[in-house]
């Protein structure tokens, strides 16, 4: 086997759409109230503590185009581009440090679905964490897929990342 057959699965949100996670990934309730995919992986506090834990998480966010209309008022126009620079505010609000890795993020197409691709280094408290946020619009709606990790181990999640946060697919 190649390997990656069994190293990723595909999740989905009742019928509303799906991504690809690594296998070692579990659902958790209590990340964040508003996430309709919630994944993630805390290891096994090392005895002697002197690791920092790896801790890795994978949230979907939907915003629906007439909510976000009835939200920010019919007159307000919303395109990718918005909808990427209010993400990217409200990690700026969330995190300390924040430090953007693309300042001027591109469109892309996926599907035919057009997606930005971002990537943040930030600080929660005493842990320095890196994100990546995969933002798409779609004809209903704007979703986010937003991955976090511990700085220390981003070596190893870098690329799970990527391929989670432009694995969306609308259902």
């Keep these: 086997s190649n390997g990656l057959v069994d190293e990723y699965k595909t999740v989905q949100a009742d019928e509303i759409c799906e991504i690809t996670i690594p296998n070692y990934l579990y659902k958790m309730d209590d990340i964040n109230e508003y996430a309709i995919m919630q994944y993630g992986y805390i290891q096994e506090p090392d005895s002697t503590n002197i690791v920092i834990d790896d801790e890795f998480y994978v949230i979907v966010l939907a ?6 209309k009835q939200t920010l008022g019919d007159t307000v126009n919303v395109n990718i581009m918005d909808f990427n620079m209010m993400c990217t505010q409200n990690l700026n609000m969330t995190l300390d440090d924040l430090t953007i890795e693309y300042d001027e993020p591109k469109i892309q197409e996926q599907n ?29 709606g704007y979703y986010q897929i937003l991955t976090w990790c511990m700085q ?17 697919k609308e259902l």
């Design 63 to 68: 915003d629906y185009k007439n909510e976000l």
């Design 112 to 140: 035919g679905i057009k997606t930005i691709h971002n990537e943040f280094y930030g600080r929660l408290g005493k842990y320095l964490v890196y994100y990546q946020l995969g933002v798409f619009e779609t004809e209903i």
């Design 152 to 168: 220390d181990h981003l070596t190893k999640h870098k690329d799970e990342m990527y391929k989670i946060t432009s694995s969306f």
